[in-house]
């Protein structure tokens, strides 16, 4: 098993920043893809960044430019830089991972709320 820690959430005013991490501990060998889903309330999860291997990277469209995902691949650690947030991007962020074919890891989420 994966166990997959969060950290870095909170509160910030519009236009702010976050930097979110993920620490992976357990069975970490053979780790695939680590990144980012959100879900606020009454919403569906969605992915918000993913990073494969260590270099392919994927956003949703409605982060692109505003945020980077970064992965250390020798700590098993995935980073999120958040910038110029916005209100909408408030929600409970998950931290993910993979391992091929089908094994998926969950984190506990953190909180991200944007608010004046």
């Known amino acids: 098993q994966v166990q997959l820690v969060e950290s870095g959430g909170g509160l910030v005013q519009p236009g702010g920043s976050l930097r979110l991490s993920c620490a992976a501990s357990g069975s970490v060998f053979n780790i695939y893809a680590m990144g980012w889903y959100r879900q606020a309330p009454g919403k569906q999860r969605e992915l918000v960044a993913l990073i494969s291997g260590s270099t392919i990277t994927n956003y949703a469209d409605s982060v692109k430019g505003r945020f980077t995902i970064a992965r250390d691949n020798a700590k098993y650690t995935v980073y999120l830089q958040m910038n110029s947030l916005k209100p909408e991007d408030s929600a409970v962020y998950y931290c993910?991972?993979?391992?091929?074919?089908?094994?998926?890891?969950w984190g506990q989420g953190t909180q991200v709320t944007v608010s004046s």
């Open positions: 993910y991972a993979s391992k091929i074919p089908s094994a998926n890891y």
